[in-house]
């Protein structure tokens, strides 16, 4: 059976920082793309999946409910997994189908007009706020805000403060 060992949200999904210090902290033998719009685009998926094939992880692009198949079917296989989606609210729906999910990395969603800014790399609206405190107080999720492994760790804690 595997697992997901980090489930992270980032607008860029993959790039240098999760291929090379996120696999690499985490375990990680495979990374799976969650969203929609790179699964229906055969251009933008051949430059994950190569970029992918370059590290030795086996990279699969799904569409967001297939994420939630394919653990339903298969438990994904063996593979000690990143998640990557897009979004918070794909990201939490991926949750509430059932994926086990202990570890959500807030790591890349860009600032603007109405976001309020946790740290740099991460800017968030009251509604997806209360998404993440939904997935902490009722699926056991700790949620951290951290762009890469190095860099400090906001919880969700420090960043509900900001909404004070």
């Excluded at 790039?15 to 251009?43: C, E, R």
């Excluded at 902490?136 to 403060?161: C, H, M, T, W």
Aim: no cysteine; charged share 25%.
């Amino acid at each position: 059976m595997g697992k997901v060992v980090l489930a992270r949200v980032d607008a860029r999904l993959i790039h240098g920082q999760v291929m090379t210090s996120l696999s690499k902290s985490a375990g990680a033998t495979a990374i799976f793309v969650a969203d929609n719009p790179t699964a229906y685009d055969d251009f933008t998926k051949n430059i994950i999946l190569g970029a992918g094939s370059r590290t030795g992880l086996k990279v699969r692009v799904l569409k967001e409910d297939g994420a939630v198949r394919y653990w339903n079917d298969r438990q994904y296989d063996d593979y000690n997994v990143i998640l990557l989606t897009k979004s918070i609210e794909v990201m939490a729906e991926i949750i509430k189908g059932g994926v086990p999910i202990k570890n959500l990395n807030l790591g890349g969603i860009p600032q603007k007009p109405g976001l309020t800014s946790i740290i740099k790399e991460v800017s968030i609206d009251k509604n997806q706020l209360d998404i993440l405190v939904d997935l902490r107080d009722n699926y056991g999720v700790n949620v951290y805000f951290q762009a890469i492994p190095s860099s400090r760790k906001v919880s969700l804690e420090e960043a509900e403060r900001m909404f004070d």
